[in-house]
């Protein structure tokens, strides 16, 4: 087949979320090539329909997970041994080459010319920049890599307990061998402000290629007004309102009307919203169950109900009136000529310590 591929991944209705305002994205950017998403069984089949709308290829692939709780706890995302997953992007091999691009990202403006680089070429890390970040970064798909990876992961492991860990450690000269193969920030603008960032957003902030929306609070859990239709950066990050602002957009424009109350979690429960009317008392008390599962889930609303102030009020009124929410591949899987050779691969275990090969599944 041959050609180039943007690829993402999503394993749950919530990401996909992500997935699909990254897809228009690249359309309203009018990238040539195609769009890929690697989804795992928790994706509901309305979830699936619709990202065969907008994806050119939707392929469903086991779960790989790393299992390094310690790891992972450094890092301080219990939930991200799943993006061990990510690997599966290089059994892609019906093209020549490919972007994989993280689900929490949005492109601004056309980036084809990454299709240029070579494997593996990325953007600095924010915390590391000796390591690469592994939200976007440049592939050549390959059984043999694939393989090689899996055996990587089964006797090293990965130092966060992740895909990044990972292929750092795999792709291990990329700090220093080939400047050719460092992608520019602005490819990968991670959203975290650190020391030295806020002056440098003012200065480059304008040439920014793709936004990369990193750590817990991603744009579909930030407090949306639902009439008014702005979005609430999280505190310290006014300056992404403006790019937060275009992931709403896209998602009122091109995704909310997609959505179906047999999608599974904050897609189903955003699918009942009506959008730019005012609240009725049903409306309200869907957008109170959401922040609640938020909440519950440890996705704090910072700026909107559950602004300080705002949970100040809540303890003041209480406390006045007392006493008192496998199945088909598409392509690879069901196609009769792969399916004598095609590799299974089921959970693996990858323990914080090298673990020996014979493991794998
Ligand atoms: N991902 C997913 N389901 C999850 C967590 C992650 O599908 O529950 C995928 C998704 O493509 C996501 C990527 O793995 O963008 C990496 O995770 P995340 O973006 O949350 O990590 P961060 O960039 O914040 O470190
Ligand atoms: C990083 C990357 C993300 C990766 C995660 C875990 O922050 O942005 O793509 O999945 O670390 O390694
Ligand atoms: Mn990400």
């Known amino acids: 087949m041959g050609g180039f591929a943007w690829v993402t991944l999503v394993t749950n209705d919530s990401y996909s979320l992500g997935a699909l305002v990254l897809a228009h994205s690249l359309r309203r950017v009018r990238t040539q090539h195609d769009l890929a998403v690697l989804i795992t069984p928790g994706v509901?089949?309305?979830?699936?329909?619709?990202?065969?709308?907008?994806?050119?290829?939707?392929?469903?692939?086991?779960l790989l997970d790393s299992k390094d709780q310690e790891n992972l706890e450094v890092l301080r995302r219990s939930e991200l041994g799943i993006t061990f997953t990510k690997l599966h992007c290089w059994r892609l091999v019906q093209y020549d080459k490919c972007i994989f691009i993280d689900a929490d990202t949005l492109v601004i403006r056309n980036c084809d010319e990454l299709f240029e680089r070579e494997e593996l070429s990325a953007a600095p890390d924010v915390g590391w920049p000796d390591c690469f970040n592994s939200g976007v970064f440049v592939f050549r798909p390959s059984q043999e890599t694939f393989n090689s990876l899996m055996r990587f992961a089964a006797n090293k492991g990965s130092f966060d307990g992740a895909d990044q860990g990972l292929l750092n450690m795999y792709f291990s000269d990329w700090a220093h061998k080939d400047m050719s193969k460092h992608l520019p920030f602005i490819y990968?603008?991670?959203?975290?402000a650190t020391y030295s960032y806020a002056s440098a957003y003012r200065q480059y902030g304008e040439n920014v290629r793709i936004v990369h929306f990193i750590g817990a609070t991603k744009p579909w859990l930030l407090y949306f007004d639902t009439v008014?239709?702005?979005?609430h950066p999280p505190p310290g990050c006014n300056h992404l309102q403006p790019l937060l602002q275009i992931w709403w957009n896209i998602f009122c424009d091109n995704v909310h009307s997609q959505l179906t109350n047999t999608m599974g979690g904050l897609a189903g429960a955003l699918s009942k919203l009506t959008l730019g009317e005012c609240r009725t008392d049903e409306q309200q008390a869907i957008e109170d169950h959401i922040r609640k599962q938020n909440w519950e889930q440890g996705y704090i609303d910072f700026m909107g109900r559950d602004s300080f102030d705002n949970i100040l009020k809540k303890i003041n009124e209480t406390l006045a009136t007392a006493p008192g929410i496998t199945s088909p591949i598409t392509e690879i899987e069901e196609s009769q000529e792969n399916s004598n050779n095609r590799v299974e691969i089921q959970e693996i275990a990858v323990e914080s310590k090298p673990i020996s090969p014979g493991t794998l599944n």
């Open 44 to 62: 509901t089949e309305s979830m699936r329909e619709k990202l065969a709308s907008i994806f050119t290829l939707v392929q469903e692939v086991n």
């Open 188 to 192: 990968n603008m991670c959203s975290t």
């Open 228 to 231: 008014t239709g702005i979005v």
